[in-house]
């Protein structure tokens, strides 16, 4: 992939703030305030990410940089090694359990051996971390740092109260987002935190993939959960014990979302696997209902 990073913006998006895209791969935010600049999250590589803050030169003003990661996810992170020296990068406390665990180390060899513009990540940690939530005042606008876990563990959405704007990252995704593991526990963090974002009652929500921005997208995605354990619970034991139950008709994907005209295969292909996952869970979660009903 020939990766490049251009700057975007959203219809009735408030101009102190600029989506930066890697086509469909992420977009990182930067947020301009009276008294620093945040970039929300570094790309995937520190080449990207160097990318980025060329592009957004002009725009930062000399003004002194924050940055944030969202969660340790490899397309949200792995160019923090570009922000060395030049700026602290924040993120939540269990991000540097997510760090330590060898599984992130494994993500990286793999895709290095696939992709060459991998091989020059080096993983760098946060600088600061916080537990519950963190404010940070810019001046004319202020960032609350949300913890939303249940895609991750580690997860963070950033609201920013006086342009109604919530920059979502990956707790909101179209078609679908993704829960953490096939548990209940956290199938119950993605749900909530998805109610904790829908009632912040935004103007404009902005996850990382997508490219959506409408505030419509976190019904959507609670609808979807709610339609899966809708029809999870009214499968007969058997049923949910069969372990291609993401294939058989009624549960598929498309039998909760539609499925975008002229979505590439593999990026199909990657939205059924978190179906798979949200449906593992969905059963998971109702299995332990029967037992303690
Ligand atoms: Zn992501």
């Known amino acids: 992939m ?7 913006s959203y219809p009735g998006l408030d101009d102190r703030i600029v989506i930066v895209r890697v086509g469909d791969e992420v977009d990182a935010v930067f ?3 009276e008294r620093f600049n945040v ?3 570094t790309l995937g590589t520190p080449e990207l990410c160097r990318m980025a803050l060329d592009l957004l030169e002009e725009r930062a003003e000399a003004r002194p940089l924050v940055v944030v990661n969202s969660h340790m996810d490899w397309d949200h992170f792995w160019g923090n090694a570009a922000i060395a020296g030049r700026a602290p990068i924040i993120a939540h406390a269990a991000a540097l359990d997510r760090l330590r665990d060898p599984s992130t180390r494994e993500v990286l060899s793999d895709k290095a051996s696939q992709e060459s513009r991998f091989r020059n990540v080096d993983l760098i940690g946060p600088a600061i971390t916080f537990s519950g939530s963190m404010t940070l005042n810019g001046g004319d606008l202020t960032l609350e740092l949300i913890h939303t876990p249940g895609h991750t563990p580690d997860h963070i959405v950033i609201w920013i109260p006086e342009l109604r704007t919530c920059l979502a990252v990956d707790a909101v995704e179209y078609p679908i987002p993704e829960v953490w593991s096939r548990t209940a526990g956290d199938l119950r963090l ?3 935190s998805l109610e904790r974002i829908r009632d912040l009652k935004a103007r404009l929500v902005i996850p990382a993939h997508g490219h959506t921005y409408s ?3 976190v019904d959507e995605n609670l609808a979807y959960f709610q ?6 619970g009214s499968l007969s034991e058997s049923r949910l014990a069969d372990q291609q139950l993401g ?6 994907l498309e039998d909760f979302v539609p499925i975008p005209d002229g979505m590439p295969s593999d990026t199909v292909t990657f939205y059924r ?14 299995i332990e209902r029967l037992k303690s009903a």
């Open 2 to 8: 020939n990766a490049s990073v251009e700057l975007r």
């Open 215 to 217: 505030p419509s997208a």
């Open 39 to 41: 970039l929300i999250d």
């Open 273 to 286: 696997s978190c179906h798979e996952t949200n449906l593992g869970a969905t059963v998971q979660a109702h």
């Open 31 to 33: 947020v301009r305030t």
């Open 247 to 252: 294939s058989s008709s009624g549960l598929r």
């Open 190 to 192: 993605i749900r909530s």
């Open 227 to 232: 339609a899966l354990a809708d029809r999870v």
